[in-house]
């Protein structure tokens, strides 16, 4: 074969290596071009659905955990269940408080705002209450505000519930209008 034909990719005639149309055939001699373009797509492809954006961030923790979400770690430095020592505020019979020092500090570049109202607990009856308003004996409650950069915040958040529940979780919820919690900690 001449050093200036090619072979037919359709009907194996001999043609001139510069055509694009089998003079024979009438068809097309497409080049590589169509499966590189194939093989480009099919790579983002590929990419594109193994990547999945990253890792999931998880939505149940142990007390013992420090939760990091939009760079502001939570922390539960402290869990106690007591009948109180203020004569004042007691629990009702078969009931106890729940006494939970939370901890956030704030990582990120951005002033961040909290609020009790952000946090709920769950016990084994799957009941969601909203926190007391109230807390025991000289704690600092964890109140609402808002953090600096780098600033942390330390306060008591109180629950009255069913003496000796083992189940009880505390959730976060970024957003008070859902339905739906951001985290929660399971409480040993």
Request: charged share 30%; with cysteine; aromatic share 10%.
């Amino acid at each position: 074969m001449p050093e200036n034909t090619k072979i037919c990719k359709h009907c194996q005639s001999e043609i001139p290596k510069k055509a694009k149309v089998c003079p024979v055939c009438r068809k097309k001699q497409g080049g590589i071009l169509k499966f590189v373009i194939l093989g480009i797509i099919a790579l983002i492809i590929l990419v594109v659905a193994t990547s999945g954006g990253g890792e999931k961030f998880r939505t149940d923790y142990n007390q013992d955990e420090v939760v990091t979400y939009q760079d502001v770690n939570y922390s539960i430095t402290k869990v106690e269940k007591t009948q109180g020592d203020n004569e004042y505020w007691k629990p009702a019979e078969g009931s106890e408080y729940v006494k939970i020092t939370l901890k956030i500090e704030n990582n990120s570049d951005e002033k961040i705002s909290y609020n009790t109202l952000d946090w709920q607990m769950v016990n084994a009856d799957g009941v969601e209450d909203s926190i007391g308003s109230f807390t025991l004996d000289d704690d600092v409650s964890l109140s609402a505000g808002d953090l600096e950069p780098k600033g942390k915040v330390e306060g008591v958040l109180v629950w009255e519930q069913k003496k000796g529940d083992n189940n009880l979780r505390l959730r976060y919820y970024d957003n008070i209008f859902s339905s739906d919690y951001t985290f929660q900690f399971t409480l040993k």
